[in-house]
Structure formats: C-alpha cells, structure tokens
C-alpha cells in the first residue's frame, strides 16, 4: 500500500498540563535559555574579539558554543511559548523542519566533541607535533567533517521517520517533535524504521565514544607519566571538564535512542530530553570556559578596554 499522510498538524502533549506549573516552569526555561545564549554568545565574541584564542581549541569551542545556540533555539522558543500561551500545535512541515535541523545540530555536537578529544590528544601527547598536526587545514577539515555528518545523519533520521504514515493520531507525547516520539504515533509498521534509526545511531555514537577512549586512554597515559605537578594538572583539568559534558551528553543520548520504543516510559524520556536540549548548552560555556585562564584572562582584557 502507497503510504498517505492524512495530518496536517501535530499536538505536542507538553511537559505539564498543570496550569500551576505553567508560569515557574516558563520562567525556569526562559532563564536557562537566556543563560544559553549569553554564555555562548560571550564565548563566541571573546573567540573572535581575542587573538590569543585563535587556536584549535578555541576554535572548535567557538563551534560547539555556535551549535548549542543553533540546536537549543530549535526547541526551546517553542516550548517556552507553549507555557505562555498554551498553544501545543505544531504543523507538519514545522515539525519535520524541527526534527530536521535538532537532528543535525546534535549529531554535529557529536562529532564536535571526537574532533576536540583528537585536539586534546595531540596537545598532551605530541606537543612538540602541535603546530605542524593541527593546522588551520586540518580544523577546516575536521569541523567541514562534522557539519557534513550532521545533515547526513539528520537527512536519514527525518526521512525514516517521515517516511510513515500518520492517520490515527496526531498527538505528540514530548514537548518537541523527537523522531522516537512521532514514530510511535504511526499507523504503518514501524519496526524496519526503528531499526534503521537505532542502526544508524548506535554507529554515531559508539563510533565518537570509541574515538574519544582511545583518545584519552593515550592522554591519561601521557599524564601518569609526567613530572611536572603544574603540567599534570593542567592536562587532567581540561580532561575533567571535557569528560564531563561527555558523560551527561552520551548518557542522555544512549538511554534516549539505544532501546526499543517498547522499552521507553515518555515521563522519563522528557526529563532526559531536557537535559541535552537545554540544561547541556547552557553548561557547556560554563564547564569549559570559566574554569580556564585564557578565557578569563581574553574576557578580563576587554572588559578593561570597554571601560
């Protein structure tokens, strides 16, 4: 049979129906996005405005900041003017366009966070290879790689998902178009596309955490060998914030996609969604940056110039 979409539109269920909740969580999601785009703006501008951050790992944070802003601005608008106004429909092609460019933004912030493990590795272990290892090249290279990764992963999730039929139910149980959440609401045989997503993502993301532990099974080796105190820190303090974003960001992502649609409870799947679409983005400048002399010192620079 030819597969036919009957909806025209979606209802996204929401967090909450609780018109108690409705105004604290409003005000909870608009402060974090708020948060998202001053802490990543600000890190992007110092990135640009600072010389002394025109470096690999500037530059790859720069992008990471830039994803965030883009793939947090994909779902957070709109379930903040969901809380305002109570308004939880969503067209087809609003909610294909959604689930399109979350999907690319992610996959991109995967593939992101291998390309700075690699920079890391070759900061710690090859030190004196640095230069010549990570020229502008080869930054172009990797982050040109990323983005082209994200909207080959994005393309394939949307069309498996789009590829369904949709004529029983049009009601969204997730505060955004998730692909695992319209899926389930299909009238066809879904189990060949749950399958594809599942294939596809479990490449992504234990081929990036398969990257990353070697990486830093070399790095974590090269510092137990050190000498200098100073240098251990040093390399242990940016290994310590890299993995912690890294374990929020895969941990959310594998409990999200990595098991049957069977197996999802929707209350649970929600919580973790807002952690990586909104809680991760405003974390990420303050994880890498504030705890980082540069920035500081590049953000200390110009407020002194601006006054």
Known sequence: MENRTEVSHFILVGLTNDPQLQLPLFITFLLIYTFTLIGNLGLILLILL???LHTPMYIFLGNLSLVDICY?????????????????????????????FFAN???VENYLLVSMAYDRYVAVCKPLHYATTMTT?????LLIGCYICGLLNASIYTMDA?????CESNVIHHFFCDVLAVMIISCSDRHVNEMILVYVASFNIFFALVLIIISYTFIFTNILKMHSTAGYRKALSTCASHFT???IFYGAIIFMYLQPSSSHSMDTDEIASVF???VIPMLNPLVYSLRNKDVKSAFTKILLKSL
């Open 276 to 278: 990586y679409t909104m």
């Open 162 to 166: 789009l590829s369904l039929s949709f």
């Open 137 to 141: 090249r080869m930054c172009m290279s």
């Open 245 to 247: 974003v890294i374990s």
């Open 72 to 100: 947090s601005s994909t779902i957070t608008p709109k379930v903040i003017a969901g809380f305002l106004t109570g308004d939880t429909i969503i067209s087809y092609n609003a909610c294909a366009s959604q689930m399109f």
């Open 105 to 107: 933004f992610a996959n």
């Open 50 to 52: 600072d010389s002394r």
